[in-house]
Every structure is written in C-alpha cells, then in structure tokens.
C-alpha cells in the first residue's frame, strides 16, 4: 500500500513557475514508477508526465515538453513536476499515480493515486 500526498499547487500567472511535489511514507516508494496527470473542468484526465523508479527515463506529453521536467529524489520518497512557462490551459487539478513494472502512460495502469492539487494559471 503506497500513500501519496501531492502539494505545491496555486494560483500563479500565465508566464510563471510552480513546482509540484508527490510525496510518499512509505520506504518501498523508491521501487515505484510515478506519473503525474491532469484533470481540466470539464475534461477527462490526461496523461502529462512520467518517471522510472530509478529516474533513468522520463516521458512527456507533447503539450508540456519542454516546459515541463520530472524528477525524483528516493531519499526523500519525493516526484517532482517543475512546471515553467504557464498557460491558461495548465489550469487543472494535478495528481501523481504509482505503478511497479514497466513505465506507464494510462491512467487505468495506476494503481496507487493521490487526491491531487490544483493548479491556476491567470491570464
């Protein structure tokens, strides 16, 4: 069982910087592949970016690439998702998944979930 607790989301306008975070009790968290997803009013959640347990390979969505980087410190049982150069359409609410085996993109191959933070972005 793997808990997850996500913060650092707010209120930031269009242009700027926030970093998110998805942190974990539980030592075994470093075993884990994490995924960061999104949820807009009115919009399914998507898929946004993903990192192995080791943080050796990383996978982007097309709409945050180069705007968005993951990374992970095991020492901490902590994700993070630096989020720069913020649109409008960044606003929703973010959630990290974890999932042993193999690095997934899907939503239903995550078992383990947080209940996730919001994030605004003005224009």
């Known amino acids: 069982q793997v808990q997850l607790v996500e913060s650092g989301g707010g209120l930031v306008q269009a242009g700027g910087s926030r970093r998110l975070s998805c942190a974990a009790s539980?030592?075994?968290?470093?075993?884990?592949?994490v995924g960061w997803f999104r949820q807009a009013p009115g919009k399914e959640r998507e898929f946004v970016a993903a990192?192995?347990?080791?943080?050796?390979?990383?996978v982007y969505a097309d709409s945050v690439k180069g705007r968005f980087t993951i990374s992970r410190d095991n020492a901490k049982n902590t994700v993070y998702l630096q989020m720069n150069s913020l649109k409008p359409e960044d606003t929703a609410v973010y959630y990290c998944?974890?999932?042993?085996?193999?690095?997934?993109?899907?939503?239903?191959?995550?078992?383990?979930w947080g209940q996730g933070t919001q994030v605004t972005v003005s224009s």
């Open positions: 998944a974890a999932e042993f085996g193999t690095l997934r993109l899907s939503q239903d191959e995550y078992h383990y």
């Open positions: 539980e030592r075994t968290f470093s075993r884990y592949n």
């Open positions: 990192i192995t347990w080791s943080g050796g390979s990383t």
